[in-house]
């Protein structure tokens, strides 16, 4: 296991302290890195499936005006 050391306001260091004072709170931070790095992978992901849909948007026809009110009946009783 790695010992990691950061920075942070005092306040915060209190709260943190307060709010967790009977609690391991070395897993406790453990679990917020986690969760934070995970948090970043869906962001990237988010970002990904954006320019994605984008690109294809991009490289996509518009539609007629015709071709939009034919997708609209199609399948209607």
């Known amino acids: 296991m790695a010992t990691v050391s950061f920075s942070?306001?005092?306040d915060i260091k209190e709260a943190f302290q307060v709010t967790f004072?009977?609690?391991n709170?070395?897993?406790?931070?453990a679990t917020l890195m986690?969760?934070?790095?995970?948090?970043?992978?869906?962001?990237k992901r988010?970002?990904?499936a954006i320019d994605a849909l984008l690109d294809l948007r991009e490289r996509q026809r518009p539609a007629t005006?015709?071709?939009i009110?034919?997708?609209r009946?199609?399948?209607r009783p």
């Open 8 to 10: 942070v306001p005092d």
């Open 21 to 23: 004072a009977n609690e």
């Open 25 to 29: 709170r070395s897993a406790i931070v």
């Open 34 to 43: 986690k969760q934070a790095v995970e948090e970043r992978k869906r962001e």
């Open 46 to 48: 988010r970002v990904a």
């Open 65 to 67: 005006d015709a071709e």
């Open 69 to 71: 009110a034919k997708a």
């Open 73 to 75: 009946q199609a399948g």
